[in-house]
């Protein structure tokens, strides 16, 4: 398996592409990036040994990993297989050097203070995409009895007489974040609790039934009310991690903007209904193939629509800058509305540099669709925005060179790989100065 990129090196690399080559083949959809974060944080919540599948090879699972290391967890990874032994967790307290670069560390929050009474986290870091606060975290955890105060940049909490107690709780807004860190504090708290507005994302439910798989009660995942009823000791699992709906979409995006057909193989998709919904709105079919395919037919003309980000079941956040940059070669004009981040249009600005016509205002981007957009040096500033990136020069005339491949990294394995096994031109260098 290729190695890991490093911190060193990641943001040095840059993208060269070569667009309007035609894609054509089956492309495998890996693990669930954000499924198996928290999930890999749920380990914390068993006190024996467990197998975790289908893990995707991320720089962010990566700095999971050294998290839960750094606790005293033993860790071995084989190919796509990683196993753990979390019967010793030596201390409560993650290392700031890890946590300031992984948004996802602030899940280990729960369980550690289930388990041991006492969790020290320090606040974490991750994409510049907007504020996204802990307070819920934070007021939940406080429901359920946690003595909680924030000091110098570090959460630090701990449970009179070393045990949550169930509560009901409310949530202002459907966080996914919130609703993972409180159902996994639950399962190992006295008495049932109940979170209501709970999110509904498929990664919700994972960590569910991933729970579940240890002895957690739990039920109402994937619903806005979850009940937990607490139990003292989770037990050892093994267990497989969802398909990744994000780069399943993001491939979806790829096959329509190049005007190609591509198979995608390893998906769920009743994950996938309202990128599917909007995909179809601009003219592609999407055709099931078994329980695992989706084929992509794409459309000989691309039709605009508009897009509103919210909670799932509605359509991703995660999956709004693949649209924007599909939308640009629309024949027609498109509306995009962000709802659920403040500050995650940026990558609107870089397409411009491609010929795209965008004019943002707030949270809402005017898209209006050109016949050809050009290559041009273009910046990654978040995840997502990267994949957009890299699809618009998928379909632009000349070369296109995304530069700064850190958010890239974090978030799709080996992007480039399965695009070339496509038929893509794109290569990966290190950028000179």
């Given at each position: 398996?290729?190695?890991?990129?490093?911190?060193?090196?990641?943001?040095?690399?840059?993208?060269?592409?070569?667009?309007?080559?035609?894609?054509?083949?089956?492309?495998?959809?890996?693990?669930?990036?954000?499924?198996?974060?928290?999930?890999?944080?749920?380990?914390?919540?068993?006190?024996?040994?467990?197998?975790l599948r289908n893990v995707p090879n991320l720089v962010d699972i990566?700095?999971?990993?050294?998290?839960?290391?750094?606790?005293?967890?033993?860790?071995?990874?084989?190919?796509?297989?990683?196993?753990?032994?979390?019967?010793?967790?030596?201390?409560?307290?993650?290392?700031?050097?890890?946590?300031?670069?992984?948004?996802?560390?602030?899940?280990?929050?729960?369980?550690?203070?289930?388990?041991?009474?006492?969790?020290?986290?320090?606040?974490?870091?991750?994409?510049?995409?907007?504020?996204?606060?802990?307070?819920?975290?934070?007021?939940?955890?406080?429901?359920?009895?946690?003595?909680?105060?924030?000091?110098?940049?570090?959460?630090?909490?701990?449970?009179?007489?070393?045990?949550?107690?169930g509560a009901k709780i409310y949530l202002d807004y459907p966080s996914?974040?919130?609703?993972?860190?409180?159902?996994?504090?639950?399962?190992?708290?006295?008495?049932?609790?109940?979170?209501?507005?709970?999110?509904?994302?498929?990664?919700?439910?994972?960590?569910?039934?991933?729970?579940?798989?240890?002895?957690?009660?739990?039920?109402?995942?994937?619903?806005?009310?979850?009940?937990?009823?607490?139990?003292?000791?989770?037990?050892?699992?093994?267990?497989?991690?969802?398909?990744?709906?994000?780069?399943?979409?993001?491939?979806?995006?790829?096959?329509?903007?190049?005007?190609?057909?591509?198979?995608?193989?390893?998906?769920?998709?009743?994950?996938?209904?309202?990128?599917?919904?909007?995909?179809?709105?601009?003219?592609?079919?999407?055709?099931?193939?078994?329980?695992?395919?989706?084929?992509?037919?794409?459309?000989?003309?691309?039709?605009?629509?508009?897009?509103?980000?919210?909670?799932?079941?509605?359509?991703?956040?995660?999956?709004?800058?693949?649209?924007?940059?599909?939308?640009?070669?629309?024949?027609?004009?498109?509306?995009?509305?962000?709802?659920?981040?403040?500050?995650?249009?940026?990558?609107?600005?870089?397409?411009?540099?491609?010929?795209?016509?965008?004019?943002?205002?707030?949270?809402?981007?005017?898209?209006?669709?050109?016949?050809?957009?050009?290559?041009?040096?273009?910046?990654?500033?978040?995840?997502?925005?990267?994949?957009?990136?890299?699809?618009?020069?998928?379909?632009?005339?000349?070369?296109?060179?995304v530069q700064d491949l850190r958010h890239l990294d974090r978030g799709?394995?080996?992007?480039?790989?399965?695009?070339?096994?496509?038929?893509?031109?794109?290569?990966?260098?290190?950028?000179?100065?």
């Open positions: 398996m290729k190695p890991l990129a490093t911190e060193a090196t990641e943001g040095q690399s840059i993208l060269r592409i070569e667009g309007r080559a035609k894609l054509s083949g089956t492309v495998p959809i890996s693990g669930a990036k954000n499924a198996a974060l928290a999930i890999m944080a749920g380990v914390v919540l068993c006190s024996e040994t467990c197998c990566t700095r999971m990993g050294e998290i839960l290391q750094s606790l005293g967890i033993k860790l071995q990874r084989h190919g796509q297989t990683l196993d753990f032994d979390a019967t010793d967790i030596s201390q409560g307290q993650a290392p700031y050097e890890v946590v300031r670069r992984l948004r996802a560390s602030f899940f280990v929050l729960g369980p550690l203070l289930a388990r041991l009474g006492t969790a020290q986290i320090p606040l974490p870091g991750g994409c510049a995409i907007g504020a996204r606060p802990v307070e819920l975290h934070v007021r939940g955890l406080q429901a359920m009895g946690a003595r909680v105060h924030i000091e110098h940049g570090v959460v630090n909490a701990y449970a009179p007489n070393g045990k949550l107690k996914v974040g919130a609703t993972e860190t409180l159902m996994m504090a639950a399962t190992l708290a006295e008495g049932e609790t109940c979170i209501e507005n709970a999110a509904r994302e498929p990664e919700v439910v994972d960590l569910a039934n991933f729970c579940r798989s240890m002895g957690a009660r739990i039920k109402g995942a994937g619903t806005t009310t979850i009940w937990i009823e607490g139990v003292n000791k989770l037990h050892a699992t093994d267990y497989e991690i969802i398909p990744d709906r994000i780069e399943a979409g993001t491939f979806m995006v790829a096959a329509a903007i190049t005007q190609s057909e591509l198979l995608l193989d390893s998906v769920i998709p009743s994950h996938l209904t309202p990128a599917i919904a909007k995909l179809e709105e601009t003219g592609a079919k999407v055709i099931l193939e078994g329980d695992r395919q989706l084929r992509i037919i794409p459309a000989e003309r691309i039709l605009p629509a508009d897009i509103e980000t919210l909670p799932h079941p509605g359509f991703p956040t995660d999956m709004q800058a693949q649209f924007m940059a599909l939308l640009t070669l629309a024949d027609g004009d498109s509306m995009v509305t962000e709802t659920v981040f403040e500050n995650r249009l940026r990558h609107a600005e870089e397409l411009k540099r491609m010929g795209a016509n965008i004019r943002v205002k707030g949270n809402i981007a005017i898209v209006k669709g050109v016949p050809l957009i050009s290559g041009a040096p273009v910046l990654a500033t978040d995840l997502r925005a990267s994949a957009a990136l890299v699809l618009a020069g998928l379909a632009a005339q000349g070369t296109t060179i799709y394995e080996q992007l480039e790989v399965k695009l070339q096994k496509l038929g893509a031109k794109l290569t990966r260098d290190v950028a000179t100065a």
